[in-house]
């Protein structure tokens, strides 16, 4: 175990080092480099901070007014028929939006019902097996100035659905 403990440790400067030699051995101005690649980082973060933002104020205001109840609340019928319990719903519609609001609505899932619950074991695997399709749409295809994105929100919602329902099957299972 310490073994590991000290190579983990190593891992990031041998890392670091290698990149500082490997540069060096093609002829490559490391620094200039690495200062290239800031400015261009901080380019894409001043490009997409407007999308994020709106992101995260329009999920907090979803969140917060009371829209998402009643969101659930239509969706309710939908959730019965693949056996969704309706406190899963918001969850799974926050999710498409931001993977950090959803994480606040599993907490409060735990806190109420429990993780060990079949609603808590839900909301765990509909978490590890459904991705925020509308944040990575936004923010990869601004980053990239995509502007036909095709099938893109058909497969992503598509895809959605098969771990819903395969969440569904697999806690199910585990009760």
Request: hydrophobic share 50%.
């Amino acid at each position: 175990m310490k073994l590991i403990m000290e190579v983990s440790n190593l891992i990031i400067p041998l890392f670091i080092l290698y990149i500082l030699l490997f540069g060096m051995t093609k002829k490559v101005k490391v620094y200039d480099a690495f200062i290239k690649g800031a400015k261009d980082g901080l380019l894409i973060v001043y490009n997409l901070a407007p999308t994020l933002i709106g992101l995260l104020v329009g999920t907090g205001v979803l969140r917060e007014s009371g829209a998402l109840n009643g969101l659930a609340n239509l969706l309710t019928p939908f959730g019965e028929f693949f056996k969704v319990p309706k406190e899963i719903i918001p969850l799974m519609v926050v999710k498409l939006f931001s993977g950090s609001a959803a994480t606040g609505l599993l907490l409060d899932i735990y806190h109420t019902f429990g993780p060990d619950s079949y609603i808590g074991t839900l909301a765990s695997i509909l978490m590890s097996c459904t991705e925020t399709v509308l944040y990575c749409m936004s923010v990869y295809f601004m980053s990239v100035n995509v502007s036909k994105t095709r099938w893109t929100l058909a497969g992503g919602l598509l895809s959605t659905l098969a771990g819903l329902i395969m969440s569904v099957v697999l806690a199910t299972v585990m009760q």
